[in-house]
């Protein structure tokens, strides 16, 4: 048994569940989708190695068909989560922009739930076209989703997220060229916004979000560089010749398949937990951060009947937390 796979897994989940309460609070449909998505590949995952560790049994083939539709959804609900992120920071930050009333509070409301929540199963139900069987199951890593590679595999599973990414970049390329232009006066203009953004806040978000749609186009380009090059572009014969055995389910044990195949496996698998950790590592630092933990530590002083020392702990940790403050400046 691989037991790094479910730990990481879970504490990855551990991590970006941290931010939730007060992005919640926020009410950020973006940012709670990012926690949603990620949440939910890493736990299900977790659970997938533990269920299918050293073996290839289709014990669960519900849970397969669920788990492996999740992927599909979050292949595309990361880079559109993001694109509503980096949408939101040029809009604000522009010379242009008009203080939101409530129902362009609502119509952005409306176009980011889509967007984060309709679009993933729109995708969802899409890859059923392309869907040549069931799943797969991988010895150690559990359920997998398939795709017959087609031409209409590159515009269901493999172009969509490449071209909601670079979407997020020029969203984020204009974000960034009203915080050149207006650097001098910034906090002021995000204050005059009345978006509820610091400086520090604001700048965090465009590195989130350019740093997780880098690693996503290059995750993407990377499996599908891999998958033509191995199997190519089958014709797409017929919606029944595609579907001609769809109940399959290929099942592939550590030995039967080449060392390359579950090194190429894992290197895509990781980008994962390496987006949880940059998620947490922008928002668990912050301002909001810092201000959540010592609530909670005030909380928990509250139950401690040696106040005294209480005190001097949370003193310490104030102390810690403030060597990061220049990021929130």
Known sequence: MRTDLPVVSFLCTALVLIPLPWHWRARNTATLSIIFWLGVINFTRGINSIVWAGKTINYAPVWCDITAKLII?????????????????????SPHHKIANASDKRRRMYFEIFMCAVLPIIAMALHYVVQGHRFDILEDFGCNPTTYVSVAALFIVYLPPLVLSLITLVYAGIALRWFVHR???FQAVLQSSNSGLTTGR????????ITEMLFATATTLFVLVITLEDNGLRPWVSWDFVHSDWLRVDQFAKVLAPQYFWDRYLL??????ITSVIFFAFFGFGQEAKAEYARYF??????????EQATTCSARLGARWNQYDEFDT
Request: glycine share 2%; net charge positive; charged share 10%.
């Open 183 to 185: 650097r001098a006066q």
């Open 298 to 307: 005030t909380l928990s002083d509250q139950n401690i009947p040696y106040q």
């Open 73 to 93: 959804g979050a292949n595309w609900a990361f880079p559109s989560s993001t694109l509503c992120i980096c949408r939101y920071l040029a809009q604000v930050s």
């Open 268 to 273: 895509t698998w990781n980008m994962v937990p």
């Open 202 to 209: 604001y700048l965090r978000l465009i590195a989130l979000s």
